[in-house]
């Protein structure tokens, strides 16, 4: 992991891994050329700075380019899409199994809620 709270992620095996060791993990498949990849990139870093808790919430990117096996693994055909995961298997936060596009209200409501569950199970341990 490097100092920013974000896992950057080289391919499927580093996902499952990072998934067995985090109860949440939120996920962003980009690609180095997408503009709106490009575009949220400072406001996600900044929710993950902020929400980041180890071994419980953790803030994963995904270049879909270098780790296809991850993309495939997770059907993933927009960039940029945000996807959340309780124990390794995909979750709704708020509804939403996902979101598809550079939507920084919606992502941060999704981390916001995450966050929120993060501190409830790091109360209770």
Request: net charge positive; proline share 5%.
């Amino acid at each position: 992991m490097s100092g920013d709270n974000l896992h950057h992620i080289n391919s499927l095996a580093e996902l499952q891994s990072l998934f067995a060791s985090t109860t949440y993990v939120v996920v962003d498949f980009y690609a180095d050329w997408c503009g709106p990849c490009k575009a949220i990139a400072p406001h996600y870093e900044t929710l993950a700075k902020q929400h980041s808790a180890p071994g419980i919430l953790a803030f994963a990117k995904v270049n879909v380019d270098h780790a296809q096996d991850a993309a495939r693994a997770h059907s993933v055909s927009a960039m940029p899409t945000f996807m959340f995961f309780k124990e390794g298997r995909q979750v709704a936060v708020n509804g939403q199994p996902m979101i598809r596009g550079a939507d920084p209200r919606a992502l941060s409501a999704a981390a916001e809620k995450l966050s929120g569950l993060a501190k409830k199970r790091m109360a209770a341990a």
